[in-house]
């Protein structure tokens, strides 16, 4: 099994942008994986932010919908986060995190919920500053 390894994380102010990506080169068949960002703030729990699924379809949380793109690349085996119109609530670790279903070739699935990805980036640090 391949690994994910995020980047693009840094410092930024707030109403700035940020690009994450997912290098997931390890994975072969990439397309059949369903894919999402989480994030955790120091003494918060983790929570899902976007999902996308094999067609492209995606799903966002409340707390970035509107101001984010998820998108993924299945060519380039890279899974991508854009972020806009940054907040300071925003900072976090940002983990971008796969899971494949066994029933079915492709991913129709969106999943917030961390319950089903079974594997996991090393994540990628976004501080926002106001």
């Known amino acids: 099994q391949g690994q994910l390894v995020e980047s693009g994380g840094g410092s930024a102010q707030t109403g700035g942008s940020l690009r994450l990506s997912c290098d997931a080169s390890?994975?072969?068949?990439?397309?059949?994986?369903?894919m999402g960002w989480f994030r955790q703030a120091p003494g918060k729990e983790r929570e899902g932010v976007a999902a996308?699924?094999?067609?492209?379809?995606?799903s966002y949380s409340e707390s970035v919908k509107g101001r984010s793109t998820i998108s993924r690349d299945n060519t380039k085996k890279t899974l991508y986060l854009q972020i806009n119109n940054l907040k300071p609530e925003d900072s976090a670790m940002y983990y971008c995190?796969?899971?494949?279903?066994?029933?079915?070739?492709?991913?129709?699935?969106?999943?917030?919920?961390?319950?089903?990805?079974?594997?996991w980036g090393q994540g990628t640090q976004v501080t926002v500053s106001s």
């Open positions: 996308i699924d094999s067609d492209g379809i995606t």
């Open positions: 995190a796969a899971y494949r279903l066994t029933d079915t070739w492709l991913c129709r699935s969106l999943d917030l919920g961390e319950g089903r990805y079974s594997v």
């Open positions: 390890g994975y072969s068949l990439m397309i059949r994986y369903c």
